[in-house]
């Protein structure tokens, strides 16, 4: 025989349900919110990781980054606007080997001529003449110059920085063999240009080096105004 229930029984049966689907309900949400967690989770942590390795980043280890890819991407200058800076910077490393010639040389002195004049662009010069180099046949011999160039200034330059702090195995021997390697690097750079650009090139940086009383040459001359226009 059926059993029926009387209203106020029904009620009471109903009442204690609703706690245990509540309960159900709390059951699933917290089973499934973990899984919503770790879903953000990864996502933080990737994007924290992303950003970390990139704050790490020295400084100038990003603006080289930058300033290499911007060299590809853009359509580069004709080569005889790179030949003479070149040529330049390299001259300025002949007067730095003769500043560290002297009994006690100036090490921050020597800092500072490695970021100014013509030096200080030279990263965007030489990798300009090596694309130059790369599309006439070069390209190893190229990018082999330009990287011992760069590793060279920068080891000098972190001796430099050593000797001004009293290091004592910051020795100028050191620098000098640094500086030695860089020159020989540019003289290989350079021997990819053609002839008659190196030429040119030549000839405007000693005009431009020539004191204009002694060679009688004005300063609105044609091959200081071009030398001034590049640098």
Not at 46 to 57: A, E, I, K
Not at 104 to 122: D, I, Q, W, Y
Not at 203 to 222: C, G, K, L, Q, W
């Amino acid at each position: 025989m059926p059993v029926v229930l009387s209203g106020m029984a029904s009620l009471n049966a109903t009442a204690s349900l609703l706690p245990l689907s509540k309960h159900r309900e709390r059951l699933t949400c917290a089973s499934s919110s973990p899984l919503v967690w770790k879903k953000q989770s990864r996502r933080v942590i990737s994007v924290s990781f992303l950003l970390s390795r990139l704050l790490l980043l020295p400084n100038d280890a990003m603006a080289s980054s930058l300033i290499d890819k911007y060299v590809k991407r853009k359509r580069l200058d004709p080569l005889e606007a790179y030949v003479p800076p070149v040529i330049l910077a390299q001259l300025q490393f002949q007067d730095l080997e003769k500043i560290l010639s002297v009994e006690k040389p100036e090490f921050e002195a020597c800092r500072s001529v490695l970021r100014s004049g013509p030096a200080s662009s030279l990263r965007v010069n030489i990798r300009a003449v090596a694309q130059y180099a790369s599309d006439a046949g070069y390209s190893q011999t190229a990018s082999s110059d330009v990287d011992r160039c760069l590793r060279a200034l920068e080891e000098m330059d972190s001796l430099f920085l050593r000797a001004s702090r009293k290091d004592p195995n910051a020795t100028v021997e050191l620098m000098k063999s640094q500086l030695g390697t860089a020159l020989t690097a540019l003289d290989s750079l350079l021997q990819t240009v053609p002839s008659e650009v190196l030429d040119k090139g030549k000839a405007m940086v000693e005009v431009y080096r020539s004191p204009f009383e002694e060679d009688n040459v004005s300063s609105d001359s044609t091959e200081i105004q071009q030398l001034q226009s590049i640098l």
